[in-house]
């Protein structure tokens, strides 16, 4: 039952005590209010790691190359390895049950794109149809490559929304339009875009067997591509992915007579367990920002129950008479815990809403390496509170038990 004598005399004590009050709170109001904060950021760095990833597949493994560092088989270290067309077919037809999408690649770097009398310079990269998946790129116009243009050594590039805003201007539909590279024309059949921005938009796709023709690439290749089916769990798929890796590499290393023990001349990257590496390190930073948050809202509640001792101290004569006169432990104790949790609550959620507002406000302004868009759950923020609210309310029970305890005739001699 609401009792507005008790309130009375809460309100009192606060007014009578102004600054004691707020700065209790405020200890209160900071604890919420860095936690709320530094869970913010952890997701932010959530969002970062979940958008850095999303420029590629998020389950690629792929391959290059560069130089023996170690002699074997009578070899001299230091010799060039050069992935080659053969080893692309025979991972392609060994684990073929096992792929999702996979794509050679032939690269050109700094190539100079002529159309009509605008120019520029980007990276030609020669691929399969199966790379607009790895790549997580998708078609703004037109279409991406397909197998009857790899099989047919098709003149046909796919250029990029940035391509074609510098090289083509305000053209709306490029597709059917040519481009000279390497002296050669090149039909435009589609425009693509890729999440991961601009950055990600500098290159221009036509099929792999063109751009080794054209560049005089014959059967080399730069780079291997590959995915593997899902499995049921994160951990499945990272051990089958860990495990096609092992065995690519095993193979690479005994067609191009490289010893096992040589970790330079061939060289993989498997985007799943780079996605594991830094979740693994999302996860240990939200750890600490918990107990960061957490080891300042104890420091609140200390000050709170602090405050409270003192209370009790100024009023104990005051303790003494009510219980002279009739009043139940159980009352006094409630005297007591109401006004903890009352200045717990109000500052409690007083630090909520300016954590919140602040991150509804900014976060989305924030956008830096990793950390992208800083945001809480309401549910969590919210629970937090709550808990908040129940450590005042212990913070408070225990000067309460001591008053409920002071005996009448002991009180009432207290100066």
Known sequence: MFDIERWQEIFDTIRKNKLRTFLTGLSVASGIFILVILLGFGQGMQNGIDKEFSSDA???????????????KGLNPGRVIQLRDENYDFLEERHA??????????????????YKNE???YSIWGSSPDF??????????????????????????????????????????????YLEISGLSFQIIGVYGDVGGDREEEKIYMPVSTAQGVFNGADRLNNMFFTLKPAATFEE????????????????????????????????????????????????????????????IIAGIVGVSNVMLIIVKE?????GIRKALGAKPISVIGL?????????????????????GLLELLGPMVEVD??????????VALITVFLLIFAGALAGFFPAYRAARIQPIIALRDE
């Open 336 to 356: 007591i815990l109401h006004e903890a949790i009352f200045v717990t609550a109000v500052f409690g959620f007083g630090g909520l809403i300016f954590s919140m």
């Open 315 to 319: 009023r104990t004569k005051e303790i």
């Open 97 to 114: 049950g096992e792929l999702e999408y996979k794509s050679p690649m032939y690269r050109v770097f700094n190539t100079s794109i002529l």
């Open 58 to 72: 998020s389950n690629m493994i792929g391959v290059w190359t560069q130089v023996t560092t170690k002699e074997y």
């Open 370 to 379: 990793y950390v992208v868009n800083p945001s809480i759950d309401f549910n």
């Open 119 to 121: 120019s520029g310079s």
């Open 132 to 177: 607009q998946q790895l790549e997580n790129a998708f078609m703004s116009q037109g279409r991406f490559l397909n197998f009857n243009d790899e099989r047919q050594k098709a003149k046909v590039v796919v250029i990029s929304n940035k391509i074609h805003r510098e090289l083509l201007g305000s053209m709306e539909n490029p597709i059917g339009e």
């Open 237 to 296: 798929s990272l051990a089958e992915s860990e495990r096609f890796t092992e065995e690519m590499t095993t193979y690479l290393k005994q067609a191009h007579m490289v010893a096992p023990d040589d970790l330079s001349a061939i060289n993989t990257f498997n985007t799943l367990e780079n996605v594991q590496r830094f979740h693994n390190l999302s996860s240990g930073i939200r750890i600490f920002f918990w107990f960061v948050g957490i080891c300042t």
